[in-house]
């Protein structure tokens, strides 16, 4: 399966989100906060990435948006994984960049079928 960076600063999201991976067979990174993120991104290029929207510091729409300016990064999907619903959150998300949003609290169902469909997609271009 894929290596999937998640970006997640509370620790419940961040087990729960490991859990549901790790038992869909795929390995896992992880980072409490942005920066770090961005730097295992770039060093690690993971499959896919699992962008928190509310970080301390720098905010995963910020984070977002540096990875898909960044050459080395920019063709990594990013699912962004927020508490907030509304219409004009979601068409935030991508004007950062993300390739997807889910809800939290995460169903796992819903979780999958994203990645799924974000992995098997062909890269743009």
């Known amino acids: ?3 999937i960076l998640i970006v997640e600063d509370n620790e419940a999201n961040m087990r729960l989100a490991r ?3 790790v038992t869909a067979g795929h390995s896992v990174l992880w980072a409490a906060d942005a920066e770090t993120g ?11 990435i699992l962008m928190d929207i509310q970080l301390p510091g720098m905010d995963g729409l910020a984070a977002t948006a540096l990875l898909k300016n960044d050459p080395l990064t920019a063709h990594i999907p990013v699912i962004a994984l927020t508490a907030m619903a509304m219409k004009e959150d979601r068409e935030k998300t991508r004007r950062a960049g993300c ?5 939290k ?9 994203v990645i799924d469909t974000l992995l098997l997609s ?4």
């Open 1 to 3: 399966m894929a290596c």
């Open 19 to 21: 859990l549901l991976l």
């Open 38 to 48: 961005l730097t295992l991104a770039r060093e690690q290029q993971p499959a896919l």
């Open 99 to 103: 390739d997807a949003y889910v809800i």
């Open 105 to 113: 609290p995460l169903r796992y169902k819903a979780l999958y079928q």
């Open 122 to 125: 062909p890269p743009p271009g």
